[in-house]
């Protein structure tokens, strides 16, 4: 599905260049919030062929794992720099 993977290129180059909490809330909630992108995809399944919607949903889902790990990572990375930042001081 090419709309996936474009929602997969923007927010990987997104997320690689944030630098602080506040940008990756921002990006986690536009993603994963009640009106996010991947929240309205999940909502547009009832709305494709039942011939597609499998393959769809197996792609979003994996889209969805992916982006929230990535998020995880980001986050314990800001955190420890702000920690190394913290102990510099």
């Given at each position: 599905?090419?709309e996936i993977k ?8 997104k ?16 993603l ?5 992108i991947?929240s309205?995809?999940f ?8 011939d597609k919607r499998?393959?769809f949903a ?9 982006l929230q790990e990535?998020?995880l990572?980001k986050?314990?990375?800001i955190?420890n720099?702000?920690?190394n ?5």
């Amino acid at each position: 599905m090419p709309e996936i993977k474009k929602i997969k290129e923007e927010y990987l180059l997104k997320l690689d260049q944030v630098l602080d909490q506040n940008k990756l809330n921002e990006i986690k909630t536009e993603l994963f919030g009640k009106n996010g992108i991947i929240s309205n995809k999940f909502k547009q399944l009832g709305s494709i062929g039942e011939d597609k919607r499998k393959e769809f949903a197996s792609e979003l889902n994996f889209l969805k794992n992916e982006l929230q790990e990535l998020i995880l990572k980001k986050n314990e990375n800001i955190q420890n720099q702000e920690i190394n930042k913290k102990l510099k001081d």
